[in-house]
């Protein structure tokens, strides 16, 4: 009403023209314009096949389109490209046709439908593992996220397993929780103890029927706190707790790079909750063994492979 007060008030043509047109009203072009400012603001996912192995069982649905794996990743790439180009945030996550399956049974959709392989990646897919892309290649995105997916299942799995273990029986603690602060503090120490450098650690546990390896980069800064990714500390973190809770066979390495010093390497198995020190030749021996066949590695030159260093450990209550 006050805008049609106004309008009377004015003789000017130009204000009585203004004054019929609807509030709120704007050109088509505008809406169009704030439609795109909304898209590029809106994240979106995009579900991939990430081996042949995986891809040939999705060839079985008539309007699955591609029949070659490498076309087809040849074409994520380019769709991935073109998202990039206007502006738009995309994750990649893996999709997965067993889980797929299942998605679709448990919903009573219709798996041989691109809404359904949509509606999966939206609502399952993309709460798993994924990338940001950044507009690196497929090559390097798929080793990606695949290594991604490989460490979320394992830490899964520590935490699953640090779940089930329940109270102890003697003193009424929560065993895997106890063992996940001890794991904790154990880090905390280490590091503090490893001194000034780029650390890289790999830890590796035996538990149960799983060979679970988690692996932490750390920035050591001498007095100060050493810089962390918190997401990488808790998969550490986890896997070493199950270790630990557990009392499973399973070993930890670190190797040091400092400026104008050759890199170290210590090395320290796991035994009964604790980390006790390798000799230098245990890790000489550790590091220069192929895991897989046995065989020996020939060492790196300027690496000086030595004992692990004692630290300060908290007691162990079960």
Known sequence: MAHIRNSRKSTSPTTSTRSRTPRGSRPVHAARAMRRTLRRETPGTVGLLADAYDFEAMTRYRSFAFDDHTAYLRQVDGLLRSLAAQGLHTTVALFDPE?????????????????????????????????AYAGQPIDSLVPELINKAVRQATWDYATLLLADLGECAECGQDIGRSAFERASTILTRLIEAAGPGLHHMVCSV?????????????????????????????????????????????????????????????????????????????????????????????????????????FDQPTTDH
């Open 206 to 310: 035996q538990a149960q029927q799983e060979h679970l390896i988690a692996v932490l980069h750390a920035e050591g800064r001498g007095g100060d706190a050493a810089l962390l990714d918190e997401t990488d500390v808790a998969e550490f973190v986890t896997v070493l707790a199950a270790g630990i809770a557990q009392h499973s066979p399973g070993g930890l390495v670190l190797r040091t790079t400092a400026p104008d010093a050759p890199d170290r390497v210590h090395g320290w198995r796991l035994h009964e909750g604790s980390l006790l020190p390798l000799t230098a030749g245990e890790v000489f021996s550790a590091y220069c063994t192929d895991a897989d066949t046995g065989d020996p590695v020939a060492p790196e030159p300027g690496v000086d492979y030595r004992a692990g260093f004692p």
């Open 99 to 131: 889980e797929f399956t299942e998605f679709c049974t448990a919903t009573g959709i219709d798996p041989d439908t691109a809404d359904s392989r949509t509606r999966f990646t939206a609502e399952i897919a993309a709460g798993g593992a994924r990338v």
